[in-house]
């Protein structure tokens, strides 16, 4: 098996502050990956360099066996990697459906259109004319994946989408997971709660201080094991 | 009577602000570019559309859509050369660029054509009038342009709201970074907003000329004013918003004629400072592209 995404050796940060030390992970296609870790431990850095909006300073990206190191993250949404970004990111002028639509501009094929969506979170399709800035957290965070959705991505990258919404509404987000995957989507999920991650992934990173600290299927790992590298067991300084 | 003809006659007047002044609208809401040679791409569009008249024979109105299309293609040369880098560097880079443009543009003007005016003839009809009963009357060519007017306002609204381009020019309005991670290319969705900005600018340009009679190189430093006030007047961002600025904006400076000769100019910035006062987000108000 060759992986779809994989990032080899990537350092990365912003300006004079590095973020991530010499980072390597890969994703096998169909696979959900949960990064785990801190807060600023440099999870969603990773992502960034996975789309394309953050371009690494050593190392390189690689999806379907191509270097895509030197392509926009515009150029990357086209071949299949779509982003959930933190905060959800709306457009606020536009409505639901409208939202929605702007995500099919990867122009790709595939099992996500607007019914899709709308069957998959059915409290949308009522809402489709309303503008997304009247939408509650949890309203717009179904909406950017349902956007990012419509692009028929191959890899699904999902920022947080737990952050700041009710328990009740990430329950039913993460309910949406396992439709989202039956197509045969890869899934990278970043995720401060380890429960979760544990319950959803086939596979785990956790990253701490811009490294990977620990690395394995979620099988052969223990929760104490996840906690150690979590809050990091040696007092190694970054940087 | 003469208030109520001199309103309507302001009406009509805001038409040709109104086509004007969405292109600045357009291209500022999506690319937050003041474009401050936007009134001189107005005379140049005039100029094609004259010069196209005066030395290759082009029949009157075939000049405006040879304008629209020459400026259409000067907009997306403009765009992919200049304006592209330019929004890579700083902030202020884009405007001053246009600032450049709009020395530029004029000057070239007087080089090849001198200061002298080109005419543009609509013959007969510039002088043609309806007669509206009671004493009201409305030119035939004001009409035309008005009619115009809401057409390519109408047609810029189907646009943006009904197309994909259009949403992807709003969400782009909102939000250019998200927009790239749906897989568009930023720089084509601004040579979209440029060209149909250029394009626009040229049929106000070419409508102003024949309402003028003709055109002269420098006459740009007074359309941009009236541009950007009709967007500040009508909110900023709103196709709508652009036709009652420039409405307002026509009516004040007719009503201020109706006054005195001196007073149109004086009335219509005074109307333009009364709003930006009082409502500063414009009579519409949207901060957004819609």
Redesign the interface.
């Known amino acids: 098996m060759s992986a779809l995404l994989e990032v080899r050796s990537v350092t990365a940060g912003y300006g004079d502050f590095q973020a991530l030390f010499d980072v390597s992970l890969e994703v096998e296609e169909g696979e959900l990956l949960a990064l785990v870790g801190a807060n600023g431990a440099g999870k969603s850095t990773i992502l960034r360099t996975m ?1 394309g ?1 953050l371009s690494p300073m050593t190392g390189s990206v690689w999806f379907d066996g191509e270097d895509v190191t030197s392509l ?4 990357r ?2 071949r299949g990697i ?2 959930v ?1 933190e905060g959800r ?1 709306m ?4 409505t639901i459906e ?2 929605l ?8 094929t595939g099992p996500w259109d607007l019914d899709a969506v709308f069957d998959m979170i059915p409290l949308l399709r009522d809402r489709r004319r309303r503008p997304a800035a009247t939408l509650s957290g949890g309203e717009q965070q179904a909406v950017a994946i349902g ?1 990012a959705l419509m ?1 028929n991505p191959r890899v699904l990258l999902m920022d947080e989408v737990s952050l700041g919404l009710a328990p009740v509404v990430v329950e039913q987000i993460y309910e949406s997971l396992p439709s989202i995957r039956a197509g045969g989507i890869t899934v990278v999920l970043v995720e401060q709660d380890l429960s979760r991650s544990f319950a959803v992934a086939d596979e785990m990173a956790c990253i701490l201080e811009g490294r990977v600290a620990l690395r394995g299927p979620v099988k052969s790992l223990t929760r104490d094991e996840v906690t150690a590298a979590y809050f990091g067991t040696s007092t190694e300084g970054a940087s | 009577m003469n208030w109520v003809n001199a309103i309507l006659q302001g009406v009509m007047l805001g038409g040709i602000f109104a086509i004007a002044a969405s292109g600045l609208s357009l291209v500022y809401g999506v690319m937050r570019i003041a474009n401050l040679a936007h009134g001189d791409l107005m005379v140049l569009g005039g100029y094609v559309a004259a010069m196209s008249a005066i030395s290759y024979g082009v029949p009157v109105v075939i000049t405006i859509p040879v304008s629209m299309v020459v400026l259409g293609v000067v907009g997306w040369l403009v765009q992919r050369m200049v304006l592209d880098r330019a929004l890579r560097l700083e902030e202020m880079t884009p405007i001053l660029v246009t600032f450049g443009l709009s020395v530029i543009i004029p000057n070239v003007l007087v080089e090849l054509f001198t200061n002298n005016s080109k005419p543009l003839s609509i013959g007969s009809l510039g002088t043609a009038s309806l007669d509206l009963g009671g004493g009201l009357t409305v030119g035939w060519f004001p009409l035309i342009t008005f009619v115009l007017a809401v057409v390519v306002l109408s047609a810029l609204h189907v646009f943006l709201r009904r197309t994909q381009s259009g949403r992807i020019l709003r969400a782009t309005s909102d939000d250019p970074s998200t927009v790239r991670l749906m897989g568009v290319d930023s720089r084509r969705v601004y040579a979209t907003a440029t060209v149909i900005a250029f394009a626009t600018v040229a049929l106000a340009g070419t409508l102003y000329t024949m309402k003028q009679g003709g055109i002269t190189p420098f006459e740009g430093r007074l359309t941009v004013l009236f541009a950007f006030e009709a967007v500040i007047i009508g909110g900023l961002g709103s196709v709508w918003g652009t036709l009652i600025g420039g409405i307002t904006l026509g009516v004040a400076q007719a009503v201020g004629a109706e006054i005195s000769p001196d007073l149109p100019l004086l009335v219509g910035h005074l109307v333009f400072l009364t709003v930006l006062a009082v409502r500063p987000q414009g009579i519409l108000g949207r901060s957004s592209l819609a």
């Open positions: 789309t909006t926009g993250d515009d150029a949404a086209r779509s982003l970004p990111r457009f606020p002028s536009l409208e939202n639509r702007v995500g099919a501009a990867t122009r790709r956007r692009g």
